[in-house]
């Protein structure tokens, strides 16, 4: 079965850790660049993080800068977001996203992405 797993998410306070994950089942990441992007109620999905597969080359949505690091280890067919220092604004459920096999950073929009997973809650709340 093709599908994208989130996990790892849940309640943490300010300031606080977590690491998501994104596992591939049935297709290779490899072959293409993923994105996490995020959710808040009331609000359009966002951009937050994307990883090309060319290149190694990332983007990080200016709120998560020097907190949030993406990785992905293609052995496991998994990508991580590492998120550090984390503020209530960071609540959301989170997505892990493929794109349509350009391999390519591009701008890390929801609209360059075409597989999804079922997303994963993130609270930051004290």
């Known amino acids: 079965q093709v599908q994208l797993v989130e996990s790892g998410g849940g309640l943490v306070q300010p300031g606080g850790s977590l690491r998501l994950s994104c596992a591939a089942s049935g297709f290779t990441l490899d072959y293409y660049a993923i994105g996490w992007f995020r959710q808040a109620p009331g609000k359009e999905r966002e951009g937050v993080s994307c990883?090309?597969?060319?290149?190694?080359?990332?983007y990080y949505t200016d709120s998560v800068k020097g907190r949030f690091t993406i990785s992905r280890d293609n052995a496991k067919n998994t990508v991580y977001l590492q998120m550090n220092s984390l503020k209530p604004e960071d609540t959301a459920v989170y997505y892990c996203?493929?794109?349509?096999?350009?391999?390519?950073?591009?701008?890390?929009?929801?609209?360059?992405?075409?597989?999804w997973g079922q997303g994963t809650q993130v609270t930051v709340s004290s």
């Open positions: 996203a493929t794109d349509n096999g350009s391999r390519l950073l591009r701008l890390c929009l929801p609209y360059e992405y075409n597989r």
């Open positions: 990883i090309s597969s060319s290149d190694g080359s990332t």
